[in-house]
Structures are given as structure tokens and as C-alpha cells.
């Protein structure tokens, strides 16, 4: 497949699923919402990869390893939010027998946690559009 042909699916699916993610998010179906949101960083960062390193962006859900891996200058805070994201997939997909990640997920909870995410999408399509 042709990189730029690659870039064009992660961006489409990505924007895809953020659209998922709004939805669940206005169902108030939180933690799916969290986990979707994962979802759209994780393939924005593949473009960025398939866009600066190679073709195959490694097979990891770790948003920090992964973006490190496609050279990708994150701030301290940048970097703490990848890491918060990052449990998104895990917890939502393995909820502990307390559903402690469940219970995380309120309404203030989730909408601080998609402004991260709505933060780093635009962020992350912005290294994606540049030449």
C-alpha cells in the first residue's frame, strides 16, 4: 500500500470513531466513550508513524511508546495524558470485579478526559496536514 494511502485510512477511521465517541460520550455511556477516544489518538499517532518511519506502525496500544516511536516531541503534559489515555483501553476493555474504572467515569471525569483527547486529535492532525 502506498504511505499516503495508509495515512488516509488512519485519519478517516480516527475521525470515524471520534464521531463514536461524541456520541457515546452524549448517551452518557462514559467509558466507552474513554475508550473509543483512545482509539482516535492511537490511530492519529499511527498516521504520524506511517508519515515519518515506516509503513508498519508497531502492534501496541501504549500511546506513549508509540508516539515516541514516531518521533513525536511530547511536553511533560502531553506525556500524562497519553499515559491517562492509555488506561482507557485497558480498564474499559478488563474492568476489574469492583468496576473501579466504572465508577471513575462520571460526568466530570469523562468531560476532562475528552478535552485532553479532543486537545491531542487536533494537535496530532496537525503534525499529519504539514508538509
Known sequence: MRKNTLII??????N??????????KS???????????LVIEK???????????????RTHDLLRLSESAKIRTTEEQKNA???ITT?????????Y????YKKCDYNFTTNSLEKIKEL?????SMIVKK
Open 9 to 14: 485510512y488512519w485519519v478517516e477511521t480516527a
Open 16 to 25: 470515524r470513531d471520534y464521531k463514536t465517541m461524541l456520541n457515546l460520550y
Open 28 to 38: 452518557r455511556d462514559f467509558q466507552w466513550s474513554l475508550f473509543i477516544g483512545h
Open 44 to 58: 492519529l499517532i499511527k498516521a504520524i508513524y506511517v508519515k515519518n518511519i515506516s509503513d508498519n506502525p508497531p
Open 82 to 84: 497519553l499515559d491517562l
Open 88 to 96: 482507557f483501553n485497558i480498564n474499559a476493555r478488563y474492568p476489574d
Open 98 to 101: 469492583k468496576q473501579s474504572f
Open 121 to 125: 486529535r487536533i494537535w496530532l492532525l
